[in-house]
């Protein structure tokens, strides 16, 4: 009987994105909605201690508010705690739903494979078939944690921080609005590129696998007819290409954070210009 090839090659992020909800997350939605709980506390939380700044600096500093010295230092500390808690909860319940995740895909993709006909096996080597379960599940497990957690926390962060920002001085949001769109765009296109290399990485150590699969098999035979050198470079070759892939993944990668400081310094300068210049003109406090 032959059973339908699973696709290898289908490993885009879009992809992945829509078999991971459609298969996947939903099963989880009672853990997830709680982790989205959590993550609120967590993002409000953070907005909050933003939020406390100015009155820490008005009734304490230049008010010199007696009372205020014991209130909000004990306000920061609650929410701080509070915080804390709601972190702790969402990292483990995240955990356990990408955890639970790849295990599930582990499991249907080993099914999957021992369905198959032997003309598969006959056109995917076995170093291919153990790095795309190995090196494939890998990137899919920082692909899950990446999504349901960072992306997730990290855009309620940044909602809740906006709307402080609108409560104390929209002209600073607006600036915030600009700034955000441009930091994001770099960032695609890098994660695109390095997704491209690392689509190539895997195949690279799935021939690195299949050919020292090959030569520990037939070791015997190699040093009859005395090939050791002839491997030792095949073998060199691979790892050599392996490496210039890990290189040039890791350059790229690496463009981000100096990219990410030039934009955040060039929205901190702005905001101390338009926040000075109001101060200045009498028109908010510090």
Known sequence: MNYKKPNLNKSSTKYLLKRLIKNYVKK?????????????????????????MQPVLDDIFLNKN???????????????????????????????????????????????????????????????????????????TRGVHSVLTNI???????????????????????????????????????????????TQTQVGFGELTSKLNQVFTG?????????????????SLSIEKIFNLTFKSNKISSIARPLMETLGGLAIAGIIFVGGSQVIEGTTTP
């Open 28 to 52: 989880h939605f009672k853990k997830l909605f709680l982790a989205l709980f959590c993550m609120i506390i967590v993002s409000a939380s953070t907005a909050i201690h933003a939020w406390m």
């Open 66 to 140: 007696a009372s205020m010295l014991f209130i909000l230092p004990i306000a920061v500390l609650l929410i701080s705690i509070t915080k804390g808690f709601a972190s702790y909860f969402q990292s483990i319940l995240m955990n356990f739903i990408g955890f639970r995740i790849v295990a599930d895909v582990q499991s249907e993709m080993f099914a999957s494979i021992m369905r198959c006909d032997l003309s598969f096996f006959n056109d995917n080597n076995s170093g291919t078939l153990v790095s795309r379960f190995i090196a494939d599940v890998g990137s899919l």
């Open 152 to 198: 997730i926390k990290d855009f309620l962060t940044i909602l809740f921080l906006i709307s402080v920002m609108f409560y104390h001085d929209w002209k600073l949001a607006i600036l915030a609005f600009i700034v955000f769109p441009i930091s994001i765009v770099p960032i695609i296109k890098i994660g695109k590129r390095i997704r491209k290399i690392s």
């Open 219 to 235: 070791i015997k035979t190699i040093k009859s007819f005395n090939n050791q050198e002839l491997e030792k470079n095949d073998v």
